[in-house]
């Protein structure tokens, strides 16, 4: 194993580490529900707090410095998706931020007209666009998913995609199964008959750089708390497409973009910890810009997480009783699996109360992927995410946990 990676000086920026239950440390393969906290982040959030709040807009040095915070926050996440500061809006979460988008776009659609889903996503990116499409008589197309490779059956894409095409909305990466999706081909497609394409980027985020003008997105979706920082949205739109949304909003608000999909006090203290995440992530890297250091500190991040994750799926690949949902293809660190003999719920606090490992279970919010593999009524998976704060000995003790169940069963 490649032992490069500063391991320890990465957990020492993370408070949360330090517990324990059950007299054992605790090892915290949550991630794709939420990571853990910075240091920087909390430190971000408290100084915020402790040294004056404010709203925007005022004439004073409070509001002038939220106004600052703010900014370079957009600054900042430009350079995490190669977006431009002015296309960025922040929101209580990418399922929100989506929400009312997708009621804004529909503005533009006529009954008849088409958009493209598929079957892999978390129902954030389902939902909110086929809401809005059925409002409209908008005819909703879904790209079929594989249930034996796990991955979407993008040759399909010839036939779904017409010229009535508007939409095509797809996750980066499946937050269940760790799919990573081709989106360049998916935008390839889209593009040649004019349709936008919306990527959920929450679950890549934390693992990959991701280029929104390579892969060549228009509209891209995250959320903060996976990636270290706070509860925080974010919808990073093309700024052409941005300034044709009629967002629904209170009349005197801002009708200039990014503004406009701002709705109400955001969450001022918690958007600078997004700044403190970012800068972590570059920390990692090397490079001129922000932006060198960010794909650099992903590559670090890419090389570690994956090492982990090989090393539990070899490990649970010798456990009897245990089916493995994953793709051959390039996934993130993410490992979905069931357990013969015991629910995915008492698997996971077994897990907890045994080895201080603390795993979910669950369909979590893709819904439609868990009725094609047939397991929504029992339970959904069980859920580990690799984190770069977490160990080989971690994972060790994964693999320990998982064996020593399945034997006492």
Known sequence: MDTSFPIKEVRKQFPALARTHNSKTVAYFDGPGGSQFLESAITKISDYMRQ???????????????????QQ????????????????????????MMFHVSRALAQQWQAGDEIVLTELEHHSNIDSWRRAAEDRGVIVKYVPLNTETLELELDTLDELITEKTKLVAVGHASNCVGTITDIQTVSQKAKKVGALVAVDAVHSIPHMYVDMQELGIDMLFSSAYKFFAAHVG?????????????????VPAPNNVPDRLEMGTQNHEGIPAVSAAIAFIASLGSGETLQEQLKSGYHTIETYENQLAERIREGLAEIDGLTIYQSDQPKTPTIAFRAEGITPK????????????????????????????????????????????????????????????????
């Not at 190669?82 to 990418?94: K, S, V």
């Not at 946990?401 to 006492?408: F, H, L, P, W």
């Open 52 to 70: 004056g709040a404010a709203n925007l807009h005022g004439n004073f040095p409070t509001s002038h410095e939220t106004e600052a915070l703010i």
């Open 73 to 96: 926050a957009k600054e900042d996440i430009a350079a995490l998706f190669n977006a431009d500061p002015t296309e960025i809006a922040f929101g209580p979460n990418a399922t929100n």
């Open 234 to 250: 974010m919808a990073v739109i093309r700024k052409d497409l941005f300034e044709s949304l009629d967002i629904y909003k209170v």
């Open 346 to 409: 008492d698997f996971c606090i077994r897990m907890c109360e045994e080895y201080s490992v603390f795993i979910a279970e669950g369909d979590f919010y893709a819904r439609t992927l868990v009725e094609r593999l047939g397991i929504d009524q029992t339970g959904g998976f069980i859920r580990a995410g690799i984190a770069p704060y977490n160990t080989m000995e971690e994972a060790e003790r994964f693999i320990t946990g998982v064996k020593e169940i399945m034997a006492s069963l």
